[in-house]
C-alpha cells in the first residue's frame, strides 16, 4: 500500500467520523417544541415578568454567532482578525500567517530529514503549524477574559457609586475608564471614545459586546437595554447584576476545583503515548524505524491517533460545564 493510500484512508476515516458526529448533533426535537410554545406564551402573556424574560431571550438571540463566524464577523478573514484583537498583544494577521507557514514548514523539513518519510512530515507541519499559533492565540485570549471577568464586578460597583452619587451613565462609564487597569478599563476607555465621537452608548456598547464575545459584558448590555424599556432604578439592577456575577465566578472556581482531578488524569492518559513514543525512540531508534515505512505499522499508528482523538474529545466533554 502506498503512502498516499494510507493518507486517503486517513482523510476518509476522519471525514466519517466528523459527519456522523454532524449528523447526531442535531437540535433536540423536544427542546425545539418547547422552545415555540414558550415563546406563543410569552407572545400573549400580559404578565409583566414574561414580557422582561421575552425581551431578554430576544437580545440574547440576537448576539448569539451564526455558524461558523465569530460573534461580531463577518468572514473568516475577520473572525481571525477579531480573535487577534481579543488577544489584547497587538499581533496582525500577517504576523500569524507568517509564523504558521514558517512552523509548517520547519517542521516538514525536520521530521522528513529525521525520517525518510514526505507525507509523515507533511502531516506534522500542518498539524504544528495550524494547531501551535492556535493554541497560543486561544491561551491569550483565555488569560484576557479570565481578568476582564476578575475585575469586572469592580468596575459594576464603581458604577453603581457613581450613579448613586449623581452622575449620569456616561459620565460613569468615563469613571470606570480611568480608575480601572487592564482589559475592564480598555475596554469601557473605548466604550467612551465611541460615544465622544458620536455613536450611542446602546451602538458602542454592543460593538464591545460582539468584540470581547463574553457572557457577563452581554448580561450588562442586557441589563442595560431591559432598564431603558421597563424602567426602575438602575444602581440597584447594576449592584444585582455584580453580585450575581461574583456569585457566578465563586461557582466556576468551585467547578474548576471539582474537576481538577479528572482533567490531569485525562491531561496524562493523551500525553502519554507521545510521551512512551518519543522516549523510545530516542533511545533506540531503530526499534521504531519501520513504524514511518512499514505500511501496516502506519495504518495501526493512524487508528490509534484517531481513537486517541475520540477519547479525548469524550473526557474534554465530560469535564466542561457550562456556567
Known amino acids: 500500500m502506498q503512502p498516499l493510500q494510507i493518507a486517503i484512508m486517513a482523510i476518509g476515516i476522519m ?36 414580557k422582561v424574560e421575552a425581551q431578554y431571550r430576544k437580545a440574547v438571540a440576537a448576539r448569539k454567532p451564526k455558524g461558523y463566524r465569530v460573534a461580531g464577523s463577518a468572514s473568516r478573514a475577520e473572525a481571525l482578525a477579531l480573535r487577534l484583537h481579543r488577544t489584547g498583544k497587538g499581533w496582525t494577521m500577517s504576523q500569524y500567517l507568517y509564523v504558521s507557514g514558517g512552523l509548517a514548514l520547519g517542521i516538514m523539513l525536520l521530521v522528513t530529514l529525521k525520517t525518510g518519510a514526505p507525507i509523515l512530515g507533511l502531516g506534522a507541519g500542518l498539524i504544528v503549524g495550524g494547531g ?23 468596575a459594576l460597583e464603581l458604577l453603581v457609586r457613581g450613579l448613586r452619587s449623581g452622575l449620569p451613565i456616561t459620565e460613569t462609564l468615563g469613571v470606570v475608564a480611568t480608575e480601572l487597569p487592564g482589559p475592564v478599563g480598555e475596554e469601557f476607555k473605548a466604550v467612551t471614545d465611541r460615544i465622544k465621537v458620536g455613536r450611542t452608548m446602546e451602538e458602542a456598547l454592543q460593538e464591545s ?45 468551585k467547578i474548576k476545583a471539582m474537576s481538577s482531578e479528572s482533567k490531569a488524569s485525562a491531561y496524562i492518559v493523551g500525553a502519554l503515548p507521545f510521551i512512551v513514543f518519543a522516549l523510545i525512540y530516542s533511545i533506540n531508534p531503530a526499534y521504531l524505524g519501520k513504524f514511518f515505512v ?28 457550562e456556567i
Open 15 to 50: 471525514s466519517a467520523l466528523v459527519l456522523g458526529y454532524a449528523a447526531f448533533a442535531g437540535p433536540n426535537p423536544a427542546k425545539e417544541s418547547a422552545r415555540r410554545l414558550q415563546s406563543v406564551r410569552f407572545r400573549h402573556s400580559e404578565s409583566a415578568i414574561d
Open 132 to 154: 501551535l499559533p492556535h493554541f497560543m492565540v486561544n491561551r491569550a485570549i483565555n488569560k484576557r477574559t479570565e481578568a476582564f471577568v476578575t475585575r469586572f464586578p469592580d
Open 209 to 253: 459586546a460582539d468584540r470581547l464575545n463574553m457572557a457577563e459584558f452581554s448580561f450588562f448590555c442586557i441589563t442595560l437595554a431591559i432598564q431603558r424599556e421597563t424602567g426602575g432604578n438602575l444602581a440597584e439592577t447594576l449592584a444585582n447584576l455584580a453580585d450575581v456575577l461574583r456569585k457566578r465566578a465563586q461557582m466556576k472556581l
Open 294 to 321: 512499514d505500511e501496516r505499522l502506519i495504518i495501526a499508528g493512524l487508528g490509534g491517533l484517531v481513537w486517541l482523538s475520540i477519547g479525548a474529545f469524550i473526557m474534554a466533554k465530560m469535564v466542561n460545564f
